[in-house]
DNA sequence: CTTTAAAAAACTGTCGACAGTCGGCAGTCG
DNA sequence: CGACTGCCGACTGTCGACAGTTTTTTAAAG
C-alpha cells in the first residue's frame, strides 16, 4: 500500500495540483534541470505550469519538508546542495535504518518476503542492464523498501522514503558514471543470502556492506566530477 | 548550532504567519485542545486567528509532513490518531535512531559532550519535580536532542526531530499519568553512566531499557485511558 | 417512523491582486 | 577613484473571491 511512490495514475489526471506541481519539482531537481544552489522563481514557476502560485507555495513547501529544498524567509526556495558532510550523514543514516530493518525482518522472514525480495532483484538486474539510469535507481530503491516493508514498522518505512529523496538528491551528482551490472547483482544477491541463513550477525554484514558499497561509490563519484 | 530552535530574533517580531500558526496548531493539538481524528476547518481556523487561509493551508501541510495532521483530497485536515501498532512503530524508530546515535557518541565522547548532558539531566530532573508537565516533556526531549546532537549526525537529528512531534503526540494520550521523578532521574543517569564506561554493549543496553520504559508507560498509560 | 432523494449550506482547491520587502543600479559625495 | 545613498524593479507574503465538491438539512415517499 504505501509502497507505491511510483504512483499508479497516468491514467486519471484528477490528482492534486499540489502533488502535480511536487512531482515535476522532484523530477527537474534530480534530472538537474534545477541546479544545486540555485533559485527557484514561484512567478515563473507558476507561469512556466500554468497554475497559479498557491499549488506552487504548497508544493514547494512538501519538497522542502523532504529536504530537496531549502528556504529563506523573504528570499524564496533554494535547491538544496549537499556537501561532504552531509552526504555522509545521509548515508550513516541509511545504514541506521537499514541495520534495524534487516535485523526485524531476520526475526519474521516468510516465504511471501522471501518471494517478494528475490523477484525484485531480477527485476533490478534486468534494468542494471539497461541504459535508463533513474529506472536502475527507481529499481534499486524499491527493493530497500520492500525490505523495509517487510520488516513490519510502516513508520520506519517512512523515515527511509523521507530519507530517499535525499539519496536521489546524492546519485544525481554521479549521472556520469555507471555502478556495473554484476555489482548490483551481486551485492543484492548477499542480502538475500544473509536473510535465508537466517543469521543476525551475517544480515548486519552484508547490510554494512552493502550500504559501504554504495556510500563509497558516491563518494568517489563526487570526489570525481568535483561537487 | 542546529540546536537553537529559539532562533536568535527575539527583538523583532517579524516571523511568518506559517510559522505562527504552525506553532499554534501544535500547541493546540499536543494540548488536546483539538482531538485525535478532529477535523480541521481552514475557514474557521482563519477567522479564529484572524489571517487568511493561505497560510493557515501552509502550516497545515508542515504538520502534515510532521505527521500531526493527515489531509484526505477534498475533505480537508484531521488530527493524527495513532492506533496501538503505530504507537509501536514510532517507539521501535527511535530506538532505532537512539541505538545507532549512542553507539556514534560513545566513538567520540567528549567532556564537553559529558557535561553538557549531566547538565540537561539537572535540568530534567529539577523539571521533574515540578507540576508543568509540558516542560518535563520537553526538557526530556531536549536531552535526547542533546544526544543526538554530539553524536555528530545533524541527518540522524532531524530524523529525531521529525519523531519527536509524534511522540509528544503519543504523551498527550496519557498526559493524566505521571511518570515519578526518581524513574526519570535513574533512567536517564543510567544513560550517562554508560557513556562514561564506554563499553558499546552497556550503552546499547542502557538505551534499550530506556527507551522500553517510556515505551510500556506510554502504552500501559493508553490501555487504562482507553482508545 | 424509516428511507430515499433533492436542495442548501459549508468547505476545499485554485486563482488573481495588492502591499511590503529585498537586491541591484545609478547618481552623488568625499 | 571608491564608498555611500536613494530609487527601481522583481519577488514574496498575504488576502479576498469564485467554482466545484462534499456534507448536512430538508422534504417527500413508502
Redesign the interface.
Known sequence: MALSTAAPRAFIQQQ?LVEQVADYLTQAIIQQHFLPGERLSEVQLSRDLGVSR?PV??AA??LE??GLLISK?RRGFFVRALNAV?LE??F??R???E??AIQ?LAERYTPEAQCALKQQVEVLCEAAEGNDGTRRIEEDLQFHRLMLHYAG????LR?FN??SH?LRLCITLITKTHEAPETIATSHFKLLDALDSGRPEACREAIDYHIGVARDFVVKGVGETGE
Not at 153 to 156: F, G, I, Y
Open positions: 492534486n498557491a507555495r504548497e513547501r512538501l519538508s523532504r524567509p552531509e550523514d545521509v550513516d543514516l545504514l541506521c535504518l541495520r534495524h526485524r514498522n510502516e513508520r520506519l523515515a523521507d530519507l535525499e
